[in-house]
């Protein structure tokens, strides 16, 4: 495949998700904050919150990522 001419921000892959699948970026956005907010709290720095089969990875109360808890690093 040939390598695009354009890169594209976060931002316009969500809208195309949206767009596209019709998959609510906001709904999601609410699920993920409460399974966070369900694995606990911290306070300073960068932390990892665990829920069932994810990982939750957030700073400043900031989910900044997610992943699956058998995924490699």
């Given at each position: 495949?040939?390598?695009?001419?354009?890169?594209?921000?976060?931002?316009?892959?969500?809208?195309?998700?949206?767009?596209?699948?019709?998959?609510?970026?906001?709904?999601?956005?609410?699920?993920?904050?409460?399974?966070?907010?369900?694995?606990?709290?911290?306070?300073?720095?960068?932390?990892?919150?665990?829920?069932?089969?994810?990982?939750?990875?957030?700073?400043g109360g900031t989910v900044c990522g997610v992943r699956a808890k058998?995924?490699?690093?």
């Amino acid at each position: 495949m040939k390598k695009p001419r354009h890169r594209v921000s976060d931002y316009a892959l969500l809208q195309y998700i949206e767009t596209v699948t019709g998959v609510e970026v906001e709904a999601l956005r609410q699920v993920i904050a409460a399974r966070a907010d369900a694995a606990g709290t911290a306070n300073a720095g960068m932390y990892e919150l665990a829920s069932e089969d994810l990982r939750f990875y957030a700073s400043g109360g900031t989910v900044c990522g997610v992943r699956a808890k058998n995924a490699r690093e």
